[in-house]
């Protein structure tokens, strides 16, 4: 059984390029939520992508936009990179109605912005 | 504004007994959340509060109680392995996860 993965592991980017970051969720769920995390920070909510539509979003700029296809997979794109989008970016997914909402998490995309 | 309070780091022996605390004021409350956290790699859930009262799972145990928007992790036979950073979070009346910064966890010999 498959769990979160993500592409790529680590990125190194310049000011005011974009990123494409990707998710694939756990085996059988079906919604994909984004977060950054800082260094000794925890976890800040960027959005949620539930039946390829974004449901809830954070305290997050428009530059932050995001995609879910058919198969639950999901995109995070970030346009215009500043230095403080330097962050580890995780991917979590979910069952809707599964319970506890537990969320599993992947192994996270590092994002460094130079 | 919504705030999640745990301290920022603990030391404890190994073979101990350490108690975590997190402290929550959120906009509405559907449950709470305990994740570990290794250094470099994605959070892994621990366990699930959303009532009063005690949860034991093996080695680590979780209280809530909900009036005085307090949680606690208990962790028991603490061992080298578990030297991580501990995560509280709260889902709240949207189900958006409201984490903590995390209390980071030191394991002696």
Known sequence: DAGVTQSPTHLIKTRGQQVTLRCSPKSGHDTVSWYQQALGQGPQFIFQYYEEEERQRGNFPDRFSGHQFPNY?????????????SALYLCASSLVGGGTYEQYFGPGTRLTVT | GQNIDQPTEMTAT????????????????????????????????LSYNVLDGLEEKGRFSSFLSRSKGYSY??????????????LCAVRDSNYQLIWGAGTKLIIKP
Do not use: R
């Open chain 1, 73 to 85: 997979s999901s995109e995070l794109n970030v346009n215009a990179l500043l230095l403080g989008d």
């Open chain 2, 14 to 45: 190994e073979g101990a007994i350490v108690q975590i605390n997190c402290t929550y004021q959120t906009s509405g409350f559907n449950g709470l959340f305990w994740y570990q956290q290794h250094a470099g790699e994605a959070p892994t859930f």
């Open chain 2, 73 to 86: 992790l208990l962790l028991k036979e603490l061992q080298m392995k578990d030297s991580a950073s501990y």
